[in-house]
């Protein structure tokens, strides 16, 4: 038995709401912006955004509304978030860093507990993570990770199951330097499809339309739900796709796909710095070919997240480096999906935090979350290359926290086997989110927060 519809229930803040809660850290000073950006006249540069916002009207024409709502939470004048959008007040950290993340999925034959596995380790020099959840009325709710002050994603899930990452792809020819980033692509993809297939649909109209902006460098896509796994490789002109219903797959910041390796400028040395990270991962979830009938769990996942070393060469780039900001395993439940299925949060760099378990239907998240307190903390340790657990402390924390929900999940199955009504839902849905309630105090009082 499968339901594609939401779980009932779910809580609908305002984003007037939401910005002046938990956004009071980015609203001082009001951003400033000038009227032309690097390489265009004041001219180009306001057709440009002509044409960014004529994108929100064929994909989103709800968000312009929403970020209106952000001003005023924040006391910026009308129109300040838009721009801001247009104009990223960390252009400049981001183009010196670049982004460096590295993604896979288990599916069903290779995973435990008849789940879909997404995970993403998210790199780069943009320190600032926070938990996103939201919500939007009309539309699918979501939760993942970001950073503090947007409302996009840089990995998460919607409240029917459906899953995305993203990661950059190789240097091409075919590059957009101005429209919509992969995070607000990624956002409005989970807000509006119900399905792997309807996400894959709509990626695919938004690069036709023009609306992808990356650079000079393409992208690398990993969707999921509970069927199937989708890898999209695109740049900005060509894009090329395979599905998966089986076994894993994996990425970091090289294409794979025939279709796209003709486009690829990478370098060797690059190729072979995303394919050592690549190898770091397949070694951990399948024990280097020892241990294949193994079925994948998240504490799996959760290991080869921190490989922070490869002993055959330690110069060699790894999934969890310096740079290694945040990271989460999606856990897709095939069978209730909008009610059963889990977020594994790494809010910061994962060897030096723990994963925290959150319901997909959880009601209320800790302000420490949503506020940049919880990973302020852990970049705070990590500078210091002081954990804030011992690896055995967090080890057992987490295999306790995972037990408290796996065994919440199960009694919240049975209800829903017996009844799939609104009223069992939400009886589901309150076991759940007590488990997590009850391991939040678990994760305050080992770590003494609130």
């Not at 509006?192 to 990626?203: F, S």
């Not at 710095?273 to 690549?278: F, I, K, T, V, W």
Request: charged content about 25%; some cysteine.
């Amino acid at each position: 038995m499968t339901r594609l519809t939401s779980a009932p229930g779910a809580p609908e803040v305002s984003a007037e709401d939401y910005a002046q809660k938990y956004w009071k850290k980015i609203a001082r000073p009001t951003p400033v912006f000038t009227m032309k950006r690097k390489g265009l006249s004041e001219e180009e540069t306001a057709a440009y955004f002509q044409n960014y916002i004529n994108m929100f009207q064929k994909f989103a024409p709800y968000l312009p509304g929403e970020y209106e709502a952000y001003d005023k939470g924040l006391g910026w004048p009308r129109g300040t978030y838009l721009k801001r959008t247009f104009y990223p007040l960390d252009q400049k950290a981001m183009l010196a860093g670049g982004h460096e993340c590295t993604s896979w999925a288990v599916l069903p034959d290779l995973a435990a507990e008849n789940q879909v596995l997404l995970h993403k380790n998210r790199d780069t020099n943009l320190r600032k993570s926070v938990v996103v959840h939201r919500n939007v009325p009309g539309k699918y709710g979501y939760i993942g990770l970001s950073d503090i002050g947007w409302m996009d994603v840089t990995m998460g899930m919607n409240s029917v199951g459906v899953a995305i990452s993203m990661n950059s792809g190789d240097p091409s020819s075919f590059s957009r330097f101005y429209g919509m980033d992969t995070t607000l692509m990624a956002r409005i993809i989970l807000e509006n499809c119900k399905t792997a297939d309807e996400a894959l649909t709509m990626l695919i109209a938004m690069l036709k339309e023009g609306v992808y902006a990356h650079a000079n460098t393409g992208s690398i896509w990993l969707i999921a739900d509970r069927n199937c796994a989708f890898v999209i490789e695109n740049d900005a002109g060509h894009s090329g796709v395979e599905k998966y219903e089986s076994g894993g797959v994996l990425r970091a910041n090289t294409w794979s796909l025939p279709s796209m390796l003709r486009y690829s400028r990478k370098s060797a040395a690059g190729v072979l710095h995303s394919r050592s990270r690549e190898f770091a991962v397949i070694r951990e979830l399948f024990d280097h070919g020892r241990s294949y009938n193994r079925p994948v769990t998240v504490e799996q996942m959760a290991k080869a997240a921190r490989v922070s070393r490869i002993p055959e060469n330690p110069k060699a780039a790894v999934p969890c480096a310096s740079r290694t900001v945040s990271a989460a395993t999606f856990s897709i439940d095939r069978e209730f999906p909008a009610d059963l299925s889990l977020m594994f949060a790494a809010v910061g760099n994962p060897d030096y935090t723990l994963f925290i378990p959150i319901p997909l239907t959880v009601d209320q998240l800790p302000d420490v979350l949503l506020n940049q307190d919880f990973s302020a903390a852990v970049y705070k340790a990590h500078a210091a290359k002081r954990k804030i657990l011992t690896d055995q402390e967090r080890s057992a924390l987490e295999q306790k926290l995972n037990q408290n929900i796996r065994s919440a999940r199960e009694e919240a199955r049975e209800i829903l086997r017996a009844d799939f009504s609104t009223e069992a839902r939400l009886k589901a849905r309150r076991i759940m989110n007590q488990a997590f309630a009850e391991n939040w105090k678990i994760i305050g009082q080992k770590l003494k927060i609130k």
